[in-house]
T-cell receptor, first 110, second 113 residues
Framework: GQQVMQIPQYQHVQEGEDFTTYCNSSTTLSNIQWYKQRPGGHPVFLIQLVKSGEVKKQKRLTFQFGEAKKNSSLHITATQTTDVGTYFCAGYNQGGKLIFGQGTELSVKP | NAGVMQNPRHLVRRRGQEARLRCSPMKGHSHVYWYRQLPEEGLKFMVYLQKENIIDESGMPKERFSAEFPKEGPSILRIQQVVRGDSAAYFC???????????FGPGTRLLVL
């Protein structure tokens, strides 16, 4: 079945450093979504990318969808302690099921 | 517009008891999804329902677990004869049509003693 892989699993950064998480799907995706889950919280929708090669920005966050629509990345510039959490990518398979990556857990040292 | 509601937020059960988890989708959303998250792990799809229909239950364990989304009222995830391995956070999400953004509820943290 379709798999969505995310790397790295954990990332520890010093506040102010940049952070990137990568997402790869075994099949072409119609769209890709990113979610953030704070410790003890629930996943919160961040953004959806639909077009091949699409790039979207939300303040210090930059999201990119690959040309082949099989990979995506999330880059955070100058991390802050408020960025702490686990970032998940997710893509719909043919049957309408949203498949989540394993997530990248970000910790930020002040 | 209230978000996705789940209750209870925390549930403690002894082995062998039943657990009932409730989910009310966002207003206007007719698609409900249940996920399980074990500590330090990602979200595992369990079941996808529309009103009065189970669309995809490929992620549900074959025994002890069941889900419904009746015409009236919330969606229910039911776990019979719970075991310690059922301890996890159970999240419900809802969306308008399929393949759209899913909005998650706060989750029910189930602890089986």
């Amino acid at each position: 079945g379709q798999q969505v892989m995310q790397i790295p699993q954990y990332q520890h950064v010093q506040e102010g450093e940049d952070f990137t998480t990568y997402c790869n799907s075994s099949t072409t995706l119609s769209n890709i979504q990113w979610y953030k889950q704070r410790p003890g919280g629930h996943p919160v929708f961040l953004i959806q990318l639909v077009k091949s090669g699409e790039v979207k920005k939300q303040k210090r966050l930059t999201f990119q969808f690959g040309e082949a629509k099989k990979n995506s990345s999330l880059h955070i510039t100058a991390t802050q302690t408020t960025d702490v959490g686990t970032y998940f990518c997710a893509g719909y398979n043919q049957g309408g099921k949203l498949i989540f990556g394993q997530g990248t857990e970000l910790s930020v040292k002040p | 517009n209230a978000g996705v509601m789940q209750n209870p937020r925390h549930l403690v059960r002894r082995r062998g008891q039943e657990a009932r988890l409730r989910c009310s989708p966002m207003k206007g959303h007719s698609h409900v999804y249940w996920y399980r998250q074990l500590p330090e792990e990602g979200l595992k799809f369990m079941v996808y329902l529309q009103k009065e229909n189970i669309i995809d239950e490929s992620g549900m364990p074959k025994e002890r677990f069941s889900a419904e989304f009746p015409k009236e009222g919330p969606s229910i995830l039911r776990i019979q004869q719970v075991v310690r391995g059922d301890s996890a956070a159970y999240f419900c999400a809802s969306s308008p049509p399929v393949r759209e953004t899913q909005y998650f509820g706060p989750g029910t943290r189930l602890l089986v003693l």
